[in-house]
């Protein structure tokens, strides 16, 4: 049982630049959303999903896109990476968005 | 709208000592209360949560937290600090009519030997 899985798990980018965030869960959740972490704001809510096919935008979702075509997968794109996106990527999931959430490992971006 | 505050970035305590981490909420209608806690370089773990019932809610490695709706608070608390709960803590709300959970910034414990 693997939990929640995220590749890869460090990443540089040049600016312009695009590139997909693999996340994937083995405990058939439901929900499943992407978090952004920097310093001194917490996690903020990107994109989430409450089940396969069905999307919604989160707090920042401007400059990435998401989509949900199983259970398992939700990669996050982004479409034309900038050094403001320069952060920590924490995908997780849960059987519904009132519950635990399982976070996975992270993925640290640094875009020049 | 839901809102999560957590009004120290830092809490220093000693070993031995008892700690606190402070978390006061807003929200309409009936609260899911969380704490997660990050160690460095890791991803968030659960700790404990609050959803109905019991006032006091006790979790993970010892710790517990108070859920008090007059104050909107759900500060977490541990009898005795160990060095290894030096981690940067964070608690999250959602209410019920929401699809989305609000973090605050965190609170880095530091427990000094």
């Known amino acids: 049982n693997a939990g929640v899985t995220q590749t890869p798990k460090f990443q540089v980018l040049k600016t312009g630049q695009s590139m997909t965030l693999q996340c994937a869960q083995d405990?058939?959740?439901?929900?499943m959303s992407w978090y952004r972490q920097d310093p001194g704001m917490g996690l903020r809510l990107i994109h989430y999903?409450?089940?396969?096919?069905?999307?919604d935008q989160g707090e920042v979702p401007n400059g990435y896109n998401v989509s949900r075509s199983t259970t398992e997968d939700f990669p996050l794109r982004l479409l034309s990476a900038a050094p403001s996106q320069t952060s920590v990527y924490f995908c997780?999931?849960?059987?519904?968005?009132?519950?635990?959430?399982?976070f996975g490992p992270g993925t640290r971006l640094l875009v020049l | 709208a839901q809102s999560v505050a957590q009004p120290e970035d830092q809490v220093n305590v000693a070993e031995g000592n008892p700690l606190t981490v402070k978390c006061t909420y807003s929200?309409?209608?009936?609260?899911?209360l969380f704490w997660y806690v990050q160690y460095p370089n890791r991803g968030l773990q659960f700790l404990l949560k609050?959803?109905?019932?019991?006032?006091l809610v006790k979790g993970s490695y010892g710790f517990e937290a108070e859920f008090n709706k007059s104050q909107t608070s759900f500060h977490l608390k541990k009898p005795s600090a160990l060095v290894s709960d030096s981690a940067l803590y964070f608690c999250?709300?959602?209410?019920?009519?929401?699809?989305?959970?609000?973090f605050g910034r965190g609170t880095s414990l530091i427990v000094h030997p």
């Open positions: 999250a709300v959602i209410s019920g009519g929401s699809y989305i959970p609000t």
């Open positions: 405990m058939n959740h439901e929900y």
């Open positions: 609050y959803i109905t019932g019991d006032n």
């Open positions: 929200v309409s209608g009936n609260p899911y």
């Open positions: 997780a999931s849960s059987r519904t968005e009132k519950e635990t959430q399982y």
């Open positions: 999903s409450v089940g396969a096919g069905i999307t």
